[in-house]
């Protein structure tokens, strides 16, 4: 017998579960261990795949000069500074391995928590956390706002203002609202204030687009009510002339027509569709955003800007084989330029657009 049969022999006999260890075991050590010197070359072509750009002034007068422990260093005539592959990008000044972070994207893409994904990848806590906000910082930096054109539907959604993670890390941070209680709910006494209806400003407004070619644009614009003027400034210079924009019938729209030249198509409340035209496609996607969003237990909205790039992400390639999924994940991460310190966690306010 030989002994690729009598390990598949020894595998059948193995659990449901056991199987499966056993196969994120291999794909550890055979498919992740392979790609590492595979993705560094993608990553070097595509960072240069309209030649060699400065990562510190994007000059173009670059020259080689040397390696240092094997890597390949590169100086800037322009500023006279050097750089490698790697200078600036989601691993950039990273004392693990590679392949540490290629099993770390995957934790990403499945959808891990913080925790679950430093016990996979056996990393601290901390260091889990950083390396998230790293890699989906520098996806967004990738994937950017985006543009849509041809039929286009719009609406938006929103989710609570979160300030989680403050209390404990800033020293400095007053709540400015009154804390959400948890727990059982006591009967409300006479002097209990009543609890506002509607939206409010401790409501973030993410507005959302899609197009029938998939184009995506997913956005923080204001806090509270949006008005016309930050539908505005999300659609300036992202919308092609000539589109269809299929919206609802919230006020903040009524001008889009006269100041853009697109065709506004008005699904009225209570209605579904109006025709060819409708917005059940953004419903829909509203409708997994927020089935995704849930399990990681809220948010802070300091953060949101990044959770809203990493669902698009998934959208933009969720036909993918998983596979190729967490190559393309990190090749992407490495593409643009996008040094994140520590201290930018820290200090970061809400990315509205």
Known sequence: ????????????????Q????????????????????????EVKEMRFSKGRVCCHCNGT??????KNKGVQ??????????????????????????????RYAKCILNGYSIRKSAEIVEI???????????????????????????????????????YKGNHSKSKGFTMPRKPYLRGPKSKKSENEEPKPRGISRNQVAVMC??????NIISELICNGRMKYKDVERLFKGRIEENSTLCIDSHKSYIRLDNNFDVDIQKIE???????????????????????????????????????????????LFKTDKDSMKCKRLFIQSHVSYSNTKIKDFKNRKPLYI
Not at 1 to 16: D, G, R, Y
Not at 73 to 87: G, N
Not at 209 to 214: L, V
């Open 1 to 16: 017998m030989s002994n690729v049969t009598s390990v598949l022999t020894q595998a059948k006999a193995l659990s449901e």
């Open 269 to 315: 409340t209570g209605k579904f569709k109006k025709g060819i035209y409708h917005i059940q496609h953004i419903n829909s996607y509203h409708s997994r955003l927020k089935k995704w969003m849930d399990g990681f237990n809220g948010v802070a909205t300091k953060y949101l800007a990044n959770y809203m790039y990493w669902f698009k992400w998934i959208e």
């Open 124 to 162: 601290n806590i901390a260091t889990s956390f950083y390396w998230r906000h790293k890699i989906l910082n520098c996806i967004s930096e990738f994937l950017g706002i985006g543009s849509v054109d041809g039929l286009v539907e719009a609406d938006e959604t929103f989710f609570r203002l979160s």
């Open 61 to 66: 007068d670059v020259v080689r000069n040397g």
């Open 73 to 102: 260093r590169y100086l800037c005539r322009s500023c006279k500074k050097s750089f490698s592959d790697l200078t600036n990008s989601a691993t950039y000044k990273s004392k693990k391995t590679l392949d540490k972070w290629l």
């Open 18 to 41: 056991e199987q499966q260890e056993l196969l994120t075991q291999l794909e550890e050590h055979l498919v992740l261990g392979s790609q590492v010197a595979q993705v560094t070359k």
């Open 209 to 214: 687009a899609i197009d029938r070619t998939g």
